[in-house]
């Protein structure tokens, strides 16, 4: 009896230590998280502008110089960009991502991938290590790309993507990511990024006619550029709230779970402790009656 009420009393011990981590992990996260979210909210709509902007300039001048960014070919070789987190203990978060990517590959560029097509450039190392682990083709150039998340860092990610493209090493790149709702909340994504995909036409639209200054040309190879650096940038940040967000879940919610169970091993804990009572307090008055008789 002895033993089992040490046994008990080290299991809420146990509990109890998991439970102070995943509290400060929470707290943790929910401090990062409020400033993840101040980045993303803020970028979003600059972001949203710029890539309609885009979008138009690209639709409004098929065939025109300037415009390598925005051809349209058979699809050979896949480019496809993952992100994910560096660390786990966020839920389904990285599972997730992994999962959406695992089935465009297998819905779109399945032949592709049957030759060894289809390059991931794995953003944050658990969709880089997944992937790598079950012989895709992974690149490790930016999987630590958040021990520094920066303008910079990201946009030499993008410009690579960029040169790749224009040098015909990729034909399409699309980007797998987390889109930051709320704490609680992830959508989860495909996005193109390379071709610049146009906008689609309605019915009886007629051409817009923009006046540029400076010259169409100079404007598209200055601004192209520029926004697909933003567009990725705006999905890594999008990643980065994601990810805080899903962790300070799933940490609310592990230590949720810790406390029903130290509920329910103190109340183990109790009973052995009452049937120990018990069980000495009888062996007490057996010992009486047997002196006394």
Same mark, same amino acid.
């Given at each position: 009896m002895a033993g089992q009420l040490k046994e008990v009393r080290n299991r809420i011990k146990s509990v109890q230590s998991t439970q102070q981590i995943t509290k400060a992990m929470k707290m943790v996260s929910a401090a990062k998280l409020r400033r993840a979210q101040d980045a993303i909210i803020q970028m979003r709509p600059y972001a949203r502008k710029l890539q309609e902007v885009l979008s138009n300039i690209v639709s409004n001048s098929e065939g025109e110089a300037g415009m390598k960014l925005a051809v349209e $070919?058979?699809?050979?070789?896949?480019?496809? /960009?993952?992100?994910?987190?560096?660390?786990?203990?966020?839920?389904?978060?990285?599972?997730?991502v992994i999962k959406l990517a695992k089935a465009t590959i297998a819905e779109k560029y399945a032949a592709q991938q049957k030759k060894g097509n289809v390059? +991931?450039?794995? /953003?944050?190392?658990?969709?880089?290590?997944?992937?790598?682990?079950n012989k895709y083709k992974a690149t490790d150039t930016y999987k630590d790309l958040f021990h520094h998340l920066t303008f910079e860092n990201v946009q030499q990610?993008? *410009?690579a993507a960029m040169k790749a493209f224009e040098e015909k090493q990729f034909d399409v790149a699309e980007i797998v990511y987390s889109q930051f709702k709320n %704490?609680?909340? *992830?959508?989860?994504?495909?996005?193109r990024f390379l071709p610049i995909p146009k906008v689609a036409k309605k019915a009886g639209a007629t051409k817009s006619d923009f006046i540029y200054d400076p010259s169409k040309e100079q404007l598209i190879a200055e601004l192209m550029p520029k926004i697909l650096n933003t567009q990725l940038y705006k999905a890594? !940040?999008?990643?980065?709230?994601?990810?805080?967000? %899903?962790?300070?879940?799933?940490?609310?919610?592990?230590?949720?779970?810790? =406390?029903?169970? !130290? $509920?329910?091993?103190?109340?183990?804990? =109790? $009973? %052995? $402790? *009452?049937?120990?009572?018990?069980?000495?307090?009888?062996? +007490?008055?057996?010992?009486?009656?047997? !002196? *006394?008789?």
């Open positions: $070919r058979p699809v050979e070789k896949v480019l496809m /960009i993952v992100i994910t987190s560096d660390r786990g203990l966020c839920g389904a978060f990285n599972a997730n390059t +991931i450039w794995g /953003i944050g190392k658990k969709g880089y290590e997944h992937f790598l682990k990610a993008s *410009q %704490a609680a909340t *992830q959508k989860f994504e495909v996005e890594v !940040l999008d990643s980065n709230a994601s990810e805080h967000g %899903a962790r300070m879940t799933a940490m609310d919610k592990a230590s949720e779970n810790a =406390n029903e169970m !130290l $509920r329910s091993l103190k109340i183990s804990y =109790n $009973r %052995a $402790r *009452q049937a120990a009572i018990t069980t000495e307090l009888t062996e +007490i008055v057996s010992g009486a009656a047997a !002196l *006394q008789g």
